[in-house]
């Protein structure tokens, strides 16, 4: 990597693994970020602390892994505390740390041992969506003595489906298999038609904390059901180790297992092809046995692995259903994890869940990749106190009604424009009238009587729709349209001063230009 690089950096605290990128100011691509000692591949730094009270003995990553059979590790080797942080019952714990200062001591060695040639303009972080408000409010203690000027934060599932361009506003279903833990989830991301797209949430901006100031609400996705246990990869590794040495507990042998278990995950190995691995004997010896893929299912069906997924699986879908989600409901199927790339775990996953997109981006560093794609110029931005929108014609109910474009207390200025088709009610069309009205600042209640006591009813009012005091803007096209033929499509945008636009194209994707309708304010 070049010297003196300026941009974001993106971290994405795991339970088992932390993956760290980077992206330029003007560069599209992102990067992983190898830091020797640290990292167990670029990017990749296992979420570990070895600690005995003393600064200079405090390790992370690798170099806390590679003391994790020393004595006393059981006190000073901390592991799986992330999913305690925030989480509003906290288990007691013999640790010489607790899982929060486990957290804050990995952060701040990480941090410290970021490549110095890193301009880091912007910090972006993720956190879980089940225990959010709290993981959020102890990163913004940990962030604010960080000399960066803009930290952003994001919800992983929703970075996760962005980062491969989920549609916005889509019910996901996403399958985590990871080192220590499986977690499966159906969420509904934020956005869709009408609605504002998800945005990173500012924790800091120009150096001033505005965390509890900032106008922009937080923009969780949705969650619509959950389920999990504490299996995931390390517990493979273990189980091929036993399989053929019962019950040895050699750390060496599970880092064999773990690299032949991702060898055979490689979609181009074929199914009858031995790998020859040495395992160490109680009588430290090395002793030689033949891997397959055949083998590796094998494995996986003795320890009931299959049966677990699918009872996870079970739980997480009739729990959807409860919540008025159906499989059908399901946009994709997003996998991430390791353990989700075993091609026996892939085909039980397309048999189980057939019909239903399969998406697997690169397993460990989806979500962090999507953080960053999530914050390529994120600022603070002004919120909506009315909704904006257009007049249409009914022609079925022979009527009117309003079709909204923004809603109320979506961001602006807009990143992405809203689209609308326009479609003829009349034959021969080729005039169309952009009528644009705003709901009141304020709504009604009714107030009803019980008794001769004035109560408020239990429901709002419909919001109502003024229409603007402007003349409308006629588009007009060169051909007439036939009835329901899709004619005009309209581009509607808020700008930086508040004023409203909108870009119109003909069927044909003919420019007809941008015309300003007026000012939200």
């Known amino acids: 990597m070049e010297n003196n690089f ?42 570990v602390v070895w600690f005995e009270g003393s600064e200079n003995m405090a390790k992370i990553g690798v170099s806390a892994l590679q003391k994790k059979n020393y004595s006393n590790s059981e006190i000073y080797f901390h592991s799986n505390f992330k999913r305690l942080i925030g989480n509003p019952i906290e288990r007691k714990h013999k640790k010489f740390l607790s899982p929060i200062e486990s957290g804050e001591k990995f952060f701040q060695i990480l941090w410290e041992k970021i490549p110095k040639e890193l301009d880091i303009k912007r910090l972006v972080l993720t956190a879980p969506i089940d225990t959010y408000k709290g993981y959020r409010k102890w990163l913004i203690n940990l962030c604010k003595g960080l000399p960066i000027n803009e930290i ?17 506003g889509s019910k996901i279903m996403i399958i985590d298999i990871g080192g220590s833990t499986i977690d499966m989830s159906v969420i509904k991301t934020q956005g869709g038609e009408g609605k504002s797209a998800p945005i990173a949430e500012l924790l800091k901006f120009q150096g001033i904390d505005v965390s509890s100031i900032s106008k922009q609400k937080i923009r969780c996705a949705e969650v619509i059901s959950k389920s999990g246990s504490k299996i995931g990869g390390k517990d493979i590794d273990q189980w091929i180790v036993n399989y053929f040495l019962p ?3 050699d750390d060496r042998n599970l880092s064999i297992a773990e690299n032949v278990k991702c060898k055979l995950s490689n979609p181009e190995i074929k199914s009858e092809r031995r790998y020859v691995i040495s395992l160490f004997t109680e009588d430290n010896e090395e002793k030689e046995f033949f891997m397959s893929k055949e083998i590796l299912e094998k494995i996986l069906i003795e320890n009931n692995f299959l049966s677990h997924l699918n009872s996870l699986l079970k739980d997480l879908l009739n729990e959807a259903r409860g ?7 399901l946009n994709s199927v997003i996998l991430v994890g390791g353990g989700t790339q075993i091609p026996f775990v892939k085909e039980w996953i397309s048999n189980e869940i057939s019909g239903i997109q399969i998406k697997s981006p690169p397993p460990i560093e989806s979500i962090a990749v999507g953080a960053l794609a999530m914050t390529p110029g994120v600022k603070i931005k002004d919120i909506l ?68 006591l004035p109560k408020l009813s239990e429901f709002q009012n419909e919001e109502e729709v003024l229409k603007w005091n402007k003349k409308p803007l006629k588009i007009s096209l060169k051909n007439g349209c036939k009835i329901g033929e899709d004619c005009l499509k309209l581009y509607f945008r808020i700008a930086k001063d508040s004023s409203l636009y909108i ?9 007809l230009g941008e015309f300003l309708l007026g000012n939200i304010f």
């Not at 952003?152 to 916005?168: F, H, W, Y």
């Open 6 to 47: 300026s941009g974001t950096l993106a971290l994405d605290l795991g339970n088992t693994n932390t993956v760290i990128a980077f992206q330029e100011e003007k560069g599209k691509d992102s990067v992983l970020i190898e830091i020797p000692g640290i990292t167990s591949s670029p990017g990749v730094v296992p979420t």
């Open 152 to 168: 952003a934060l994001v919800d992983e599932p929703t970075a996760a489906g962005i980062g491969i361009n989920v549609p916005l």
């Open 247 to 249: 019950l040895n507990q």
């Open 323 to 329: 919540n008025f989600c159906q499989p059908d409901d």
């Open 385 to 452: 106190n009315k909704g904006i929108s257009i007049r249409l014609f009914n022609k079925r109910e022979q009527k009117h009604f309003w079709h909204p474009i923004f809603c109320k207390g979506q961001t602006w200025p807009t990143e992405k424009p809203f689209e609308l088709i326009l479609q003829a009610s009349t034959e021969g069309q080729n005039i169309f009238e952009i009528i644009i009205g705003e709901t009141i600042t304020k709504r009604d209640y009714d107030v009803i009587f019980e008794n001769g």
């Open 503 to 511: 870009r119109c194209q003909d069927n044909n994707k003919e420019e």
